[in-house]
């Protein structure tokens, strides 16, 4: 009935497709040069020492205000034509 056969080219490519960004992660973890110092690990802003924390309280209804402004914004982008 079936001939599964024919589709031996498609499993092909899907296994090959999907080894090859695998072996891509991988091989890049392992070369990939791991130094993590103070330098590294600091906050950077413009070449300027940081003053205080990186870390800031930051309250969530700026962040669903913008959110909502840029859905509506796309929105009427695409219906004004």
């Known amino acids: 009935m079936f001939l ?5 080219i498609f499993w092909t490519f899907l296994i090959i497709a999907s080894l090859i960004p695998i ?6 973890g392992l070369l990939a040069p ?3 110092g103070p330098e590294k690990l600091s ?3 413009s070449g300027i020492e940081p003053m ?4 800031v ?6 962040y669903m205000f913008a959110l909502v402004f840029v859905v ?3 929105e009427t982008v695409f219906l004004y034509p």
Do not use: K, N, P, T
């Open 4 to 8: 599964l056969h024919e589709y031996d």
């Open 34 to 36: 791991v130094s993590e």
């Open 23 to 28: 072996l891509a992660f991988l091989i890049s």
């Open 52 to 55: 205080g924390g990186a870390w």
């Open 72 to 74: 509506f914004d796309v």
């Open 43 to 45: 906050s950077y802003e």
């Open 57 to 62: 309280q930051f309250r969530i209804c700026c």
